[in-house]
């Protein structure tokens, strides 16, 4: 398996503009993790998804900030409009589930507003 | 709540030398251990995990981590650091039915030549 797959790697945009980060997860994987990690934060929980339904989203920064999970092999999380204070690495994740909680990340999408 | 503690936000060793990473865990129940690396640029590797039974657990480029309930520690341990080997390290703790992972603020290791 190609692993977790995330796009773009590297996103510049204004601020005020629309930021549509993308992820495959691992195939056959149940669980997937939207994260945020800065250097202040640290790494942050954004939301997770469950057989593509959202569980919690308590992470998410606010209003400004949407994750979806259309189908299996495809999640976004989308940013509008984007603050320079949203400047930060976007991880994804996925867990099998059931009896292992492993989480295996994609290599990041790395977001600077200006 | 669950949470991770790791003590040590830098630490610098020379190679060939000995690490011991710390990491101090909350949470209610059995706890699911793990450490992560970070290499710059990169996304998260796990490195070992302990979920039940021996309490030393071994993991990759000879890593290993002693789990110790009573002083609800999973720490990270190397005999001999190599160069590569510098890098953040994470440690996160879950367990349960929601399958989240709480991850420390990470300890960065330095190593000198």
């Known amino acids: 398996d190609a692993g977790v797959i995330q796009s773009p790697r590297h996103e510049v945009t204004e601020m005020g503009q629309e930021v549509t980060l993308r992820c495959k997860p691992i195939?056959?994987?149940?669980?997937l993790f939207w994260y945020r990690q800065t250097m202040m934060r640290g790494l942050e929980l954004l939301i997770y998804?469950?057989?593509?339904?959202?569980?919690?989203d308590s992470g998410m920064p606010e209003d400004r900030f949407s994750a979806k999970m259309p189908n299996a092999s495809f999640s976004t999380l989308k940013i509008q409009p984007s603050e320079p204070r949203d400047s930060a690495v976007y991880f994804c994740?996925?867990?099998?589930?059931?009896?292992?909680?492993?989480?295996?990340f994609g290599p990041g999408t790395r977001l600077t507003v200006t | 709540a669950q949470s991770v503690t790791q003590p040590d936000i830098h630490i610098t060793v020379s190679e060939g030398a000995s690490l011991e990473l710390r990491c101090n865990y909350s949470?209610?129940?059995?706890?699911?251990l793990f450490w992560y690396v970070q290499s710059p640029g990169q996304g998260l590797q796990l490195l070992l995990k302990?979920?039940?039974?021996?309490?030393l657990v071994q993991g990759i480029k000879g890593f290993e981590a002693e789990f110790k309930r009573s002083q609800s520690s999973f720490n990270l341990r190397k005999p001999s650091v190599h160069w590569s080997d510098a890098a953040e390290y994470f440690c996160?703790?879950?367990?349960?039915?929601?399958?989240?992972?709480?991850f420390g603020k990470g300890t960065l290791l330095t190593v000198n030549p």
């Open positions: 994740a996925s867990s099998l589930g059931w009896t292992d909680y492993e989480q295996y």
């Open positions: 195939s056959g994987h149940d669980y």
């Open positions: 998804f469950n057989n593509n339904v959202p569980i919690d």
């Open positions: 949470y209610g129940a059995t706890p699911y």
């Open positions: 302990y979920f039940s039974g021996d309490t």
């Open positions: 996160a703790v879950g367990g349960g039915s929601n399958y989240k992972l709480t």
